[in-house]
């Protein structure tokens, strides 16, 4: 059963960074997709950037392009969102999700959240004004 645990959310003013973590266990297989998401109280989640770990593709929400940043650790099983120029609007609980085929481009952001393999338990961050 794959597991998916986050940490490194927190508090920040506006123009400040926060780096997260999403480590797997689980998968049998070494390429997978992983990927950000956000949510706000009585809003849709909202797809942020997804990773193929077999290799080094990325791919971006506009809304967040060139202020975010997602890498991997192979070796660690740990896929990263660095956050940059942090600002009020990007306060939610963020989650990374993970799933085994698909995909590398937005079509991962609008899989339905049974469709993944797994969710973190998601981390909150906070951007102060």
């Known amino acids: 059963q794959v597991q998916l645990v986050e940490s490194g959310g927190g508090s920040v003013q506006a123009g400040g960074s926060l780096r997260l973590s999403c480590t797997a266990s689980g998968y049998t297989s070494a390429s997978n997709y992983m990927g950000w998401f956000r949510q706000v109280p009585g809003k849709e989640r909202e797809g942020l950037a997804v990773?193929?770990?077999?290799?080094?593709?990325?791919y971006y929400a506009d809304s967040v392009k060139g202020r975010f940043s997602i890498s991997q650790d192979k070796a660690k099983n740990t896929v990263y969102l660095q956050m940059n120029s942090l600002k009020p609007d990007d306060t939610a609980m963020y989650y990374c999700?993970?799933?085994?085929?698909?995909?590398?481009?937005?079509?991962?952001?609008?899989?339905?959240?049974?469709?993944?393999?797994?969710w973190g338990q998601g981390t909150l961050v906070t951007v102060s004004s």
């Open positions: 990773i193929y770990t077999g290799g080094s593709a990325t």
């Open positions: 999700a993970a799933h085994r085929h698909c995909c590398g481009d937005s079509w991962f952001f609008s899989l339905p959240r049974n469709a993944f393999d797994a």
